[in-house]
């Protein structure tokens, strides 16, 4: 977790280009295969990952959760949910 100033590269725009963020990677083994990662409880919807993994995710507070869904050729769905009760949340 990193509490960042001005942070605007994911696209995050005043208010919301300020605060704590998580990188997340994430991949798969299978040719296709799509990922999606989302904040549950946070601003914006689900974001589909491209080759590299990479989401960086802006945490509000811990009550948030990161859900991150891999559907294969979409048929195929499998769903994991990460609480973050375990982090600390850093303030400028």
């Known amino acids: 977790m990193l509490y960042?100033?001005?942070y605007s590269?994911?696209?995050y725009t005043g208010d919301e280009a300020e605060g704590n963020f998580l990188a997340i990677h994430a991949e798969t083994v299978?040719?296709?295969?799509t990922i999606t990662v989302e904040v549950v409880g946070g601003?914006?919807?689900p974001s589909t990952l491209d080759a590299d993994g990479l989401c960086i995710c802006r945490i509000?507070?811990?009550n948030q959760?990161?859900?991150v869904v891999a559907t294969k050729d979409g048929y195929s769905t499998t769903e994991k949910i990460y609480r973050l009760t375990h982090?600390?949340?850093e303030s400028d």
Request: hydrophobic residues 30%; glycine residues 14%.
């Open 60 to 62: 509000a507070n811990t």
């Open 30 to 33: 299978e040719e296709g295969t």
């Open 9 to 11: 590269s994911a696209g």
């Open 4 to 6: 960042v100033d001005d």
């Open 87 to 89: 982090l600390t949340l």
């Open 43 to 45: 601003v914006h919807g």
């Open 65 to 67: 959760k990161i859900k």
